[in-house]
């Protein structure tokens, strides 16, 4: 895979970190799936994600280059549709390593061998969190920080197993 390969970022949970990144992204001109496990969550993301548009760019929400960076993101509550045939998965779920552990376990089954899995975690162990998986190699961390569309920097923390090629790639992304 290439950089250039990838035009669709998928980002599951669409709290602080995860709306901020579908935003950051989605105005890079990537195609987002912002993923939550309910419906009010992406409501309240979008609005909070058209409100930050209005602030950065200076123009009203119902502007047409607000219009089209929207356009860009589709929300979902369905975890297959938001992964399916997607190049980079970036978790932001909540701070809890049983959680992580059971979704990076579950889209281990998922999604292709090539599909980079990464956590926006500053705080809990890569290798913990991939224990639970068979493709260890291709889990890493990505701790954008916040808001991650007003500060461009992001820590890129490789696990005990996760591959030098993966991890390359997802630095020089």
């Known amino acids: 895979m290439k950089i250039e390969d990838i035009n669709s970022i998928s980002l599951l949970g669409a ?4 709306h901020g990144l579908a935003l950051h992204f989605a105005k890079a001109g990537y195609k987002v799936y912002l993923y939550s496990r309910t ?3 992406l409501d309240k993301a979008m609005e909070n994600i058209k409100s930050s548009l209005s602030m950065l ?22 975890l297959a549709k ?23 376990k579950e889209l281990d089954g998922m999604c292709p061998k090539e599909t980079i899995l990464a956590t ?18 291709r ?12 500060i461009p920097l992001v820590e890129v923390v490789k696990g005990r197993d ?5 991890m390359e790639f997802t630095y020089q992304f």
Do not use: C
């Not at 760019?57 to 369905?78: G, H, V």
């Not at 996760?162 to 993966?166: K, L, V």
């Open 15 to 18: 709290g602080m970190i995860g």
């Open 39 to 41: 419906q009010q969550t």
């Open 57 to 78: 760019l200076e123009k009203p929400a119902e502007s047409e280059e607000i219009k089209q960076i929207l356009n860009r993101i589709t929300i979902t509550t369905d």
């Open 82 to 104: 938001a992964v399916s045939n997607i190049p980079l998965i970036i978790e932001s779920v909540a701070e809890d390593l049983r959680i992580k552990q059971e979704l990076f």
């Open 120 to 137: 926006n975690t500053s705080v809990i162990s890569i290798t913990e969190i991939a224990s639970k998986s068979k493709n260890r190699e």
């Open 139 to 150: 889990i890493l961390g990505t701790h954008f920080w916040f808001p991650p569309y007003l």
């Open 162 to 166: 996760t591959s030098d090629e993966i």
